[in-house]
Nanobody, 117 residues
Framework: QVQVVESGGDLVQPGGSLRLSCTVS????????LGWYRRQAPGKQYELVA?????IIRYADSVKDRFTMSGDLAKNYLQMDSLTPEDTAVYYC?????????????WGQGTQVTVSS
């Protein structure tokens, strides 16, 4: 079994900062890659905001220079600075994990980020 848990979401004022955490645990052979997604409202598309695979980190244009992904792939962080109301969303972690059964994606339940004055 693999568990993916996000934490750190909160209500923050515009211009503020938050750090989200993603923990991947369980019967893991290797965490191959990790992506941070967000969805701004039910029914809207998921947006990939940051990802790491093969040691390369990429960011969406909408968050570049404001969001920073760090840590290892089993314990990862998303530092979010200069937040705006448009960053309000549920943030999810998607871990690509290899176990004895093979490689597949595992998602967490998400953590709510609300940017509002």
């Amino acid at each position: 079994q693999v568990q993916v848990v996000e934490s750190g979401g909160d209500l923050v004022q515009p211009g503020g900062s938050l750090r989200l955490s993603c923990t991947v645990s369980g019967s893991i052979t290797l965490v191959v890659g990790l992506g941070w997604y967000r969805r701004q409202a039910p029914g809207k598309q998921y947006e990939l905001v940051a990802s790491e695979r093969n040691g390369i980190i990429r960011y969406a244009d909408s968050v570049k220079d404001r969001f920073t992904m760090s840590g290892d792939l089993a314990k990862n962080y998303l530092q979010m600075d200069s937040l705006t109301p448009e960053d309000t969303a549920v943030y999810y972690c998607d871990a690509t994990v290899t176990t004895q059964a093979g490689t597949k994606d595992y998602w967490g339940q998400g953590t709510q980020v609300t940017v509002s004055s």
